[in-house]
Nanobody, 123 residues
Framework: VQLQASGGGLVQAGGSLRLSCAAS????????MGWFRQAPGKDRDFVAS????????YYSDSVKGRFTISRDNAKNTMYLQMNNLKPEDTAVYYC?????????????????WGQGTQVTVSS
């Protein structure tokens, strides 16, 4: 499975962006998926994840209430709607997937990773 993240860009604080993660080389309908982000000089952090059914979602405290993760298995794509963006959300955002995902917020729970898309929020 190959993952391609897109949708990043430059936005002012308070604005919105929607990231997409398109999968190819296989169907992700039975995969749990997630978003992580890495700011310059910092570790990669968990942002949000979703089970293969889409029935359960997880969020980091820093984005809860502002970001929404979703998926469209028919389109083999996952999304991250980001609202009320803040300068501290600036980072490279990565999507990830794993066939055996069970709700962990650790990057080690995901076997497949996309290349990342840059999100920059200006104040």
């Amino acid at each position: 499975v190959q993952l391609q993240a897109s949708g990043g860009g430059l936005v002012q604080a308070g604005g919105s962006l929607r990231l997409s993660c398109a999968a190819s080389g296989g169907t992700i309908s039975s995969y749990g998926m997630g978003w992580f982000r890495q700011a310059p000089g910092k570790d990669r952090d968990f942002v949000a994840s979703i089970t293969w059914t889409g029935g359960t979602t997880y969020y980091s405290d820093s984005v809860k209430g502002r970001f929404t993760i979703s998926r469209d298995n028919a389109k083999n794509t996952m999304y991250l709607q980001m609202n009320n963006l803040k300068p501290e959300d600036t980072a490279v955002y990565y999507c990830a997937a794993d066939k055996y995902y069970s709700g962990s917020m650790s990057g080690g729970a995901f076997a497949y990773w996309g290349q990342g898309t840059q999100v920059t929020v200006s104040s």
